[in-house]
């Protein structure tokens, strides 16, 4: 496994935000998922980064990216979004290994705080976002989607 930056908006990226929006329309409940695709131009250095996971038959089997926010008190904030892995790789670790990168990549973009937001339905990845030291927050956004918002300081 390896990861890859590319535009979010190249065919690679978009093939796996298809595959992400497509299973979180399957499984999202109470309500219709709304989807929003990315504005490619918010994943670029200095302002963020998007990631491909890759295989090691170098095949594109999951993706994520994060983009700078506002800044707050402590320094810039960065948001970790779109990380998703296809089904047949999960329970590898990778999912963690592709957060500790997104991670590496804001702090390398100078970042101070990265924060999230998921659906209480999505139970594992919850359990990764608080093992990886997130804490709960306040929602700091108006995603129709979310329940749940994290934040952590970054070192």
């Not at 796996?16 to 695709?37: H, K, N, Q, T």
């Not at 490619?40 to 990216?65: H, K, T």
Request: include cysteine.
């Amino acid at each position: 496994m390896r990861f890859v930056p590319a535009a979010a908006d190249s065919s690679a990226a978009q093939r796996m935000l298809d595959e992400y929006f497509s299973s979180r329309e399957l499984g999202f409940s109470g309500g219709r998922y709304l989807v929003v695709p990315p504005d490619a131009s918010r994943f670029v250095p200095p302002a963020g980064i998007f990631l491909l996971v890759q295989d090691d038959a170098g095949e594109a089997v999951g993706c994520g990216g994060v983009r700078r926010l506002e800044d707050a008190e402590e320094g810039p904030v960065f948001e970790v979004k779109h990380l998703w892995l296809r089904p047949e790789t999960r329970g590898r670790g990778w999912g963690r290994a592709l957060l500790a990168e997104l991670e590496r990549e804001a702090v390398r973009l100078g970042a101070a705080t990265l924060v999230l937001d998921t659906n209480a339905t999505l139970t594992a990845a919850g359990g990764l976002y608080r093992s990886s030291g997130f804490t709960d927050i306040p929602p700091y956004n108006d995603n129709p989607n979310a329940t749940n918002w994290y934040r952590k300081a970054l070192a």
